[in-house]
Every structure is written in C-alpha cells, then in structure tokens.
C-alpha cells in the first residue's frame, strides 16, 4: 500500500473542494478548503523530489490545461492526467507527460456505459496507460458511480460484476467515496472494505483521511491492495491531520 498525492485544479489553480459541492449550474454551492499561492508545478516538483509516482492531476472543469501540462512537465511520466479527456485528445495528455490517463464522465451518457467508448479509449492508449474513476456516492445502502462534477448518478454499482467488467479495459482504478471528500472526518469504511475484496487491479481509494491511522485502516479494510490519496488533511493543503513529510515517510515505512 503507498499513498499516491493530487493535484486538484480549479479556475487554473490548485485547491481543495468539498465533494459533490462543485456544480456547474449552482456556482454557490461550491466549498473551497484551501486555494494554493503555489502553482501546480510547485507540487508536482515536490512529488518528483519525494518520487512519488502514480499521483494524480485532476482538472474541475474548463480553464485548467495549461495549470495541467505545467504539473504535467514538472514530472514527465509520473502523474496520471484526469478531467474532460477523450478518446480524441487522451493521445496529446501522454505526450504532454502524462504517465496514464483518467476518464469517468466520457464513458456515460444518460446513466449507462458506452462500451464503444471504452473501446475507443483503449484503442487509442492502450489498457495498461488508462485508469477509470468509479467515483461513487451511496443511495439506497449501495454505491452508484456519479459523473459530471459528481453530480448525477449513474445506473451503475459498484460491486464485483462492476469491478470485473470495467478491469478488462483498464489497468487501474481511482474511487473517491464522494459523501466523504474533503471533509475529514474519516474514511468511507464499506466501500474501502468492499474494493479490498473484490478490486481484480491496483487501486487508489479516495475520501475522508484525515489521519495516518485512517491509512493504515484503509490499509488493513483492503488486505493491503489498496493505495489512498490523502486532500485537505494535508498540511501542504492547508490541513492539520497529516503533515506530507509523514505521508511520504509512510510510502518509505511501506517500501515505496
């Protein structure tokens, strides 16, 4: 298990969103965390410092590509590029420095999958440089994959079937559990648990830590298969749970 860092843009700059709080029809909505005075590279350069490999640059909404390619040139090869990619331009995000890149809301319309487009995308980097967000929030006791901003709900589970189906186009998965993010107030234990059992790739779990306890109950939830991204809880984030020198040492106490 390693933890894996973030670069979350917004407007261009790096910040820390409460999840599900970013939507493009209420702008009012939106909960901030931390606005960064560093740009993306700032991060980026300090991740490559500590090698901090398989982190991942998010890009919330229009505004963001030339805060995501400085990021992205500040460590060529180690972070994974996610937000508005597509099968037309996922190609330009690898050369651009990209190690993989990250799609969710292209692979829905309407609430249901478009495998044409998983295959488009597959086709287009290969299985091994795509990663595919589950990202998901939970109705009903059971957790849906949402999309667009993490705003609607889709009609897909995710469960064993789910995991098993999306694995055959991908080589890994980031799943934020967005009732928790950004708020850190602990970590989403039954999603934690139920990708720790059934998760047949690497995968990066996302949501609530607030502590290095909460890693290694993530840790112990998913037998040890699962990475985690740590947000707001970050001093380097504005946060007061986690310093970044604890993280990285918990990668090094780890063997990372």
């Known amino acids: 298990m390693k933890f ?9 700059t790096v910040k820390q969103i409460v999840g599900g709080t970013l939507s493009d029809a209420d702008a009012s909505a939106l909960k901030t965390n931390f606005v960064a005075d560093q740009p993306p590279s700032y991060y980026a350069a300090m ?14 909404g229009p505004g963001n590509e030339e805060a995501a390619r400085q ?13 508005g990619i597509t099968a037309t331009n996922a190609k330009q995000w690898l050369d651009s420095g990209a190690s993989a ?6 692979v829905f319309k309407d ?17 091994e440089r795509l990663v595919i967000d589950l990202s998901c929030r939970k109705r009903d006791g059971r957790y849906y994959v949402v999309t667009d901003r993490w705003q609607k709900f ?5 469960d064993e079937r789910s995991l098993q189906y999306f694995a055959s186009f991908c080589a890994e998965f980031l799943i934020h559990a967005v009732d928790v993010e950004g708020q850190c107030a602990g970590i ?8 720790g059992r059934y998760a047949p790739i690497p995968t990066t779990y996302a949501g609530g830590v607030r502590t290095l ?3 290694h109950r993530i840790k112990e939830l998913g037998h040890n298969r699962l990475d985690a991204t740590i947000g707001s809880a970050l001093d380097i984030f504005g946060g007061s749970g986690i310093t970044y020198a604890g993280a990285v040492a918990f990668n090094r106490s780890e063997g990372h």
């Open 4 to 12: 894996r860092p973030c670069i979350d843009l917004h407007g261009g």
């Open 47 to 60: 991740y490559r410092r500590d090698r901090l490999f398989g982190g991942h640059v998010i890009m919330l």
């Open 71 to 83: 990021a992205l040139a500040a460590f060529p090869g180690g972070l994974q590029i996610g937000g």
């Open 101 to 106: 890149v990250i799609v969710t809301s292209y």
């Open 111 to 127: 609430g249901r999958i478009y495998e044409e487009r998983l295959r488009e995308l597959t086709a287009a980097v290969g299985r």
């Open 154 to 158: 889709t009609a897909t589970v995710v």
């Open 188 to 195: 989403a234990e039954d999603i934690a648990a139920l990708l």
């Open 213 to 215: 306890a909460d890693l």
